[in-house]
């Protein structure tokens, strides 16, 4: 099993849709980065949270440490927004290493 | 936007062949990574460096080596690349912040050995 658990892998959305994208991990962690990797492979980092909420833009970023899950919403969703969005912990005690999710494939349509 | 630089984007190469997968990056970072992705997968920490000289091999085994002369340089070197290196290959690195390290990511190298 998987130490970063993403849910759902696919999402097809129609534009203007509130759309939540789920990741629980099983490891204590220092911090929780939400990534998104558009179709030619580059990655961008949206959000990194130790606690709390983050907002920026139509994206939303929430953290539950308690029960070790966070959550990525975007509002009035675009097909702009069609990517993969990659949930990543750093791991207690590990300074700068990452791991990673499989990642949610997110379609926009109009 | 990050200042980070990957080279070549795209490679296509023959099996035997010694390969060397370029990234460097203008901001003075550093730590810097090297993971592998396959096509539907998730990130894999391959190598990583938290200075000059300094190298380490991360979570996942490769027969890939890396070296850290310079700051900003951080080189990939397979010595003879087989079908099963196929896969992209992507470089990043990070700076400590206030919050905690942001990993800024280069655009990835997509490799096909044949």
């Known amino acids: 099993k998987n130490e970063v658990e993403q849910s759902p892998q696919n999402l097809t959305a129609q534009e203007g849709e509130f759309i939540t994208i789920n990741c629980s991990y099983s490891?204590?962690?220092?911090?929780l980065h939400w990534l998104q990797q558009h179709p030619g492979g580059g990655i961008v980092s949206l959000f990194m949270?130790?606690?709390g909420k983050k907002k920026h833009g139509r994206l939303i970023a929430t953290i539950n440490i308690q029960e070790k899950h966070s959550s990525l919403h975007i509002t009035a969703s675009h097909p702009r927004d069609s990517a993969v969005y990659i949930c990543?912990?750093?791991?207690?005690?590990?300074?700068?290493?990452?791991?990673f999710g499989t990642g949610t494939r997110l379609q926009v349509t109009l | 936007e990050a200042d980070i630089y990957q080279t070549p984007r795209y490679l296509v190469i023959g099996t035997g062949k010694k390969i060397t997968l370029e990234c460097s990056q203008t901001?003075?970072?550093?730590?810097m990574y090297w993971y592998q992705q396959d096509p539907g997968m998730e990130l894999h920490l391959i190598h990583y460096?938290?200075?000059?000289?300094?190298?380490e091999k991360g979570d996942l085994s490769s027969e890939s080596t890396v070296s850290r002369i310079r700051t900003e340089h951080f080189p990939l070197t397979l010595e003879s690349a087989r079908p099963s290196h196929t896969s992209q290959y992507l470089c990043?690195?990070?700076?400590?912040?206030?919050?905690?390290?942001?990993?800024?990511f280069g655009p990835g190298t997509r490799l096909l050995v044949l």
């Open positions: 990043a690195s990070s700076e400590p912040g206030a919050q905690g390290e942001t990993q800024y």
């Open positions: 490891v204590g962690i220092s911090a």
């Open positions: 949270l130790s606690s």
């Open positions: 990543a912990v750093r791991r207690a005690g590990t300074a700068s290493k990452l791991t």
């Open positions: 901001m003075g970072h550093d730590k």
């Open positions: 460096s938290y200075g000059v000289n300094s190298t």
